[in-house]
């Protein structure tokens, strides 16, 4: 089994910038893919962002590309996703999710772990 516990989110202003990492134990954590979902109030989890279990390539949701980052460090069992040019339409709360590697990075049902979450608060 693996677990994931993510951290970094808070409250930030529009224009800022934040870092969420995600701490992974359990099974190898060099063998999952990692991606990043969103979920704001009222609305569906939404992709956001992607990394292979060889730290590349990178797969972003249109809305934040160019914005955000995904990276890993599988010496360190950590994904990080760097928020860049935040606006309020980026609050929601934030989850990361482990699962095999496939082209279906993109879909929910891909993956087979996920962390609590952890909110990010965008203010104008």
């Known amino acids: 089994q693996v677990q994931l516990v993510e951290s970094g989110g808070g409250l930030v202003q529009a224009g800022g910038s934040l870092r969420l990492s995600c701490a992974a134990s359990g099974r190898t954590f060099s063998s999952y893919a990692m991606g990043w979902f969103r979920q704001a109030p009222g609305k569906e989890r939404e992709f956001v962002a992607a990394?292979?279990?060889?730290?590349?390539?990178?797969y972003y949701a249109d809305s934040v590309k160019g914005r955000f980052t995904i990276s890993r460090d599988n010496a360190k069992n950590t994904v990080y996703l760097q928020l860049n040019s935040l606006t309020p339409e980026d609050t929601a709360v934030y989850y990361c999710?482990?699962?095999?590697?496939?082209?279906?990075?993109?879909?929910?049902?891909?993956?087979?772990?996920w962390g609590q979450g952890t909110q990010v608060t965008v203010s104008s």
């Open positions: 990394i292979n279990w060889s730290g590349g390539p990178t």
């Open positions: 999710a482990a699962g095999p590697n496939s082209g279906r990075y993109y879909a929910p049902y891909e993956y087979n772990y």
